[in-house]
């Protein structure tokens, strides 16, 4: 509904067999370089740290193969408590 820019990492060589996927959390309709690569280090030191890096942006992981997209996960809480969420059917679409 935000029309939020949704960005693919072309250079996560970690599977072959998956896409992965960046959007902002919440409001927020625009992703910094530098927000997505504080959600790669999956690192803090502090609480405040944990919050900021956990909640301000969404990883998509779908698999190549489309026919799998229920699959799909994502690290949002929805999808942590119901195996399911937006995101990732948002993605599939």
């Known amino acids: 509904k935000l029309n939020k ?8 060589g970690a599977n ?15 992703l910094e370089t530098s927000e997505i690569d504080a959600a790669k280090l999956l690192g803090w030191n502090t609480f405040n740290q944990f919050k900021k890096r956990c909640f301000s942006v969404w990883k998509i992981c779908l698999q190549k ?7 799909g996960t994502c ?12 995101h990732v059917l948002g993605v599939a679409l």
Do not use: H, R
Request: proline share 2%; aromatic share 14%; charged share 40%.
């Open 5 to 12: 820019s949704l960005y693919k990492d072309e250079n996560d």
């Open 16 to 30: 072959e067999e998956l896409d992965v996927f960046y959007v902002a959390a919440g409001d927020k309709i625009e």
């Open 65 to 71: 193969d489309k026919t799998k997209w229920n699959e």
């Open 75 to 86: 690290n949002c809480p929805e999808f942590l408590k119901c195996y399911m969420c937006k």
